[in-house]
């Protein structure tokens, strides 16, 4: 673009004409190269009135390898509306994700930690991927290969006490806490001495001389609060998504 153009947007007519209208009024050789330019795009371009959310893309996104837009596309049945743009009669949220099937061949996914898969969204898409006869998608979803998508990681380990542990937990980790009450055999020294409790390693020479006269038993029974943590990483596999 030069610097000494106004940029004119114009729409092109579905005869391919330009209105008009929107022709700019001083034209030099510059404006008249550009002008050539923005035409050969626009002829590429193709706008998709879907229910009333507009989609733009390259003609040759949707008609490469699919028979529904090639005969939508055609021509031969001259129904684009006023704006040059084509009708569809299909839910604008689901037909994003058949445009981005189009697009870039990614499959969609809609999964959340509580709840898991949408699997009405993926019925739902899957009507639409067969009334636009979208085979990779409709083998997609057919074949429920989300599923490979989403690989949950389960690992779990015990604690004693009451842990915090799940303060600093990224949001793709769901965490679950089981507590419960077990008893276990705790060491108990000779000489009574609290630090001693539970640590044999602890006790000194003048334990072991005790040890001799010990009243009681070695071990005494002592209820502990143990929880078990049981972690959920769940991993999206992007490579996945990817329809070759
Ligand atoms: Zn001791």
Not at 35 to 46: D, F, P, R, Y
Not at 78 to 102: E, R, T, W
Not at 217 to 244: C, H, M, N
Request: proline share 3%.
């Amino acid at each position: 673009m030069s610097a000494s153009t106004n940029t004119v947007f114009h729409s092109t007519s579905p005869d391919g004409t330009i209105p008009v209208d929107s022709i700019p009024t001083r034209i030099d050789n510059a404006d008249a190269n550009n002008q050539e330019e923005t035409k050969v795009q626009e002829e590429k371009l193709i706008t998709l009135n879907v229910n009333g959310r507009h989609f733009v893309t390259l003609k040759e996104t949707l008609t490469s390898g699919n028979d529904w837009f090639k005969n939508r596309l055609s021509g031969r049945w001259n129904d684009a509306l006023a704006d040059g743009s084509y009708f569809v009669d299909a839910d604008p949220n689901l037909f994003a994700y058949i445009l981005q099937y189009l697009r870039r061949g990614i499959a969609p996914l809609s999964y959340k930690q509580v709840g898991g898969h949408d699997y009405g969204m993926y019925a739902a898409l899957l009507d639409e991927a067969k009334y636009f006869q979208i085979t990779g998608l409709i083998d997609w979803l057919g074949k429920k290969k989300y599923r490979d998508a989403v690989v949950v990681n389960t690992s779990s380990q015990e604690v004693e006490g009451v842990s915090d542990i799940g303060r600093n937990t990224s949001s793709a980790q769901r965490l679950k806490f089981f507590p419960s009450r077990v008893v276990k055999k705790t060491y108990v020294c000779p000489r009574s001495i609290g630090m001693h409790r539970g640590d044999l390693a602890g006790c000194g020479r003048a334990c072991a001389r005790a040890e001799v006269s010990r009243v009681g038993d070695r071990y005494e029974d002592e209820e502990v609060l143990t929880t078990l943590i049981v972690s959920q990483q769940t991993v999206i596999e992007e490579a996945k998504l990817v329809i070759g």
